[in-house]
């Protein structure tokens, strides 16, 4: 194996503004309001505008090692030590759907007890992680985000029947595209991904991200037997709208799991692009390294008392945390004003404001 070049160093100018952003991200916004005032009308409750329904709520701790390297010490893993933290695995829509209309897998990790320097208007102590089952970003520009954004709104509170049929369609779709080699992230926005077992999955925060003295992209790897014995397993969800909660909650009561959290250092601005996260950094010039240790005891991994908490009272963006991991590049950029305008509806709409909490909250189960 060839020798790895020196991590790229952090500096400002790594990002490329683009004059035209302001007005794409308001355009996000208004289409991000458009699916919540939908969906909160339809349940007369106001849900998260992607990612409404949660498949599974845990709580565990997250170990950062002892004696990293220079370069992997960064930021909230400058320091060895162990964090409560709580993970919300869920899938992608806007509106709560039938689990036979399979979409991709998503994983937000809220890491509490976080000390250090806070990014703008970052409240509290914590540090959060938003990530998906897929190495890279289905759009390449906040433009295209957008585009794919609409599509999503303007299938907000549509037919589910219709979605079901074309579920099935989609995936038959994917599965023959992948047999050829290739695959379509518009394919899996729309109801094509495979019905996978979410916690076999491995997830990426996909977008870079500052890293201390560096910039890296995140990974969530499952490594305790039972995680990585049901990497692929497909969940049979005909008839069975909350399939894939039944399926977490059995597997996470018989036996803890164990994940990795991995960095991959940017070690060269031409081939690791800042500012298109739809291309993923190749691992030959920059594998991912293990900086700390998820563990979850087994336990109900999901309840509607858990769900009343987690999805009602908490929020997790990528702009929660601590200013050594600020999120970089225009995709990250487009989140920003997105998540807080998803957060402050649901706070008014509920009646309840949305606070970052001080530690993580008690889990019946």
Same mark, same amino acid.
């Given at each position: 194996?060839?020798?790895?070049?020196?991590?790229?160093?952090?500096?400002?100018?790594? @990002?490329?503004?683009?004059?035209?952003? /302001?007005? +794409?991200?308001?355009?996000?916004?208004?289409?991000?309001?458009?699916?919540?005032?939908?969906?909160?009308?339809?349940?007369?409750?106001?849900?998260?505008?992607?990612?409404?329904?949660?498949?599974?709520?845990?709580?565990? @701790?997250? +170990?950062?090692?002892?004696?990293?390297? !220079?370069?992997?010490? /960064?930021?909230?893993?400058?320091?060895?030590?162990?964090?409560?933290?709580?993970?919300?695995?869920?899938?992608?829509? &806007?509106? *709560?759907?039938?689990?036979?209309?399979?979409?991709?897998?998503?994983?937000?990790?809220?890491?509490?007890?976080? #000390?250090?320097?806070?990014?703008?208007?970052? %409240?509290?102590? +914590?540090?959060?992680?938003?990530?998906?089952?897929?190495?890279?970003?289905?759009?390449?520009?906040?433009?295209?985000?957008? &585009?794919?954004?609409?599509?999503?709104?303007?299938?907000?509170?549509?037919? @589910?029947?219709?979605?079901?049929?074309?579920?099935?369609?989609?995936?038959?779709?994917?599965?023959?595209? @992948?047999?050829?080699?290739? %695959?379509?992230?518009?394919?899996?926005?729309?109801?094509?991904? !495979?019905?996978?077992?979410?916690?076999?999955?491995?997830?990426?925060?996909?977008?870079?991200?500052?890293?201390?003295?560096?910039?890296?992209?995140?990974?969530?790897?499952?490594?305790?037997?039972?995680?990585?014995?049901?990497?692929?397993?497909?969940?049979?969800?005909?008839?069975?709208?909350?399939? *894939?909660?039944?399926?977490?909650?059995?597997?996470?009561?018989?036996?803890?799991?164990?994940?990795?959290?991995?960095?991959?250092?940017?070690?060269?601005?031409?081939?690791?692009?800042?500012?298109?996260?739809?291309?993923?950094?190749?691992?030959?010039?920059? !594998?991912?390294?293990?900086?700390?240790?998820?563990?979850?005891?087994?336990?109900?991994?999901?309840?509607?008392?858990? #769900?009343?908490?987690?999805?009602?009272?908490?929020?997790?963006?990528?702009?929660?945390?601590?200013?050594?991991?600020? !999120?970089?590049?225009?995709?990250?950029?487009?989140?920003?004003?997105?998540?807080?305008?998803?957060?402050?509806?649901?706070?008014?709409?509920?009646?309840?404001?949305?606070?970052?909490?001080?530690?993580?909250?008690?889990?019946?189960?």
């Amino acid at each position: 194996m060839a020798e790895l070049k020196s991590p790229v160093r952090y500096t400002p100018g790594v @990002e490329q503004t683009d004059g035209d952003e /302001q007005k +794409t991200q308001a355009e996000l916004n208004e289409q991000f309001t458009t699916i919540l005032e939908t969906t909160s009308k339809d349940y007369g409750h106001a849900v998260r505008s992607v990612h409404a329904k949660s498949h599974g709520i845990v709580t565990g @701790e997250l +170990t950062v090692h002892d004696q990293l390297p !220079p370069e992997l010490a /960064q930021g909230l893993f400058a320091t060895a030590g162990t964090h409560a933290v709580l993970l919300r695995f869920s899938t992608n829509p &806007g509106d *709560i759907l039938d689990d036979s209309i399979s979409v991709p897998r998503g994983v937000a990790i809220k890491v509490f007890d976080v #000390a250090g320097d806070r990014l703008p208007g970052a %409240e509290g102590n +914590t540090q959060d992680f938003v990530m998906a089952n897929g190495p890279a970003f289905a759009a390449a520009t906040p433009e295209q985000f957008l &585009g794919n954004l609409k599509m999503l709104a303007k299938t907000t509170d549509k037919a @589910e029947w219709a979605k079901k049929a074309l579920s099935k369609v989609l995936q038959t779709a994917e599965a023959a595209l @992948e047999l050829v080699g290739g %695959e379509s992230a518009t394919l899996k926005t729309l109801g094509g991904a !495979p019905n996978v077992h979410p916690l076999g999955e491995t997830y990426w925060g996909q977008a870079p991200f500052r890293y201390g003295d560096y910039i890296a992209k995140f990974q969530l790897v499952p490594v305790s037997d039972n995680l990585t014995s049901i990497t692929g397993n497909m969940i049979n969800a005909d008839g069975r709208p909350d399939a *894939i909660r039944e399926a977490m909650r059995e597997t996470m009561i018989e036996a803890d799991g164990v994940w990795e959290l991995r960095v991959q250092l940017n070690r060269d601005l031409d081939s690791m692009d800042i500012e298109d996260a739809s291309k993923p950094w190749d691992e030959e010039q920059s !594998p991912f390294q293990t900086v700390a240790t998820i563990r979850v005891p087994h336990q109900l991994a999901w309840s509607p008392e858990r #769900a009343q908490i987690v999805d009602d009272q908490l929020r997790f963006s990528v702009w929660t945390g601590l200013s050594a991991h600020q !999120p970089l590049g225009a995709i990250n950029r487009a989140r920003r004003s997105a998540y807080q305008t998803s957060s402050d509806f649901r706070g008014r709409f509920n009646g309840c404001p949305i606070h970052e909490p001080q530690q993580a909250p008690a889990l019946a189960g």
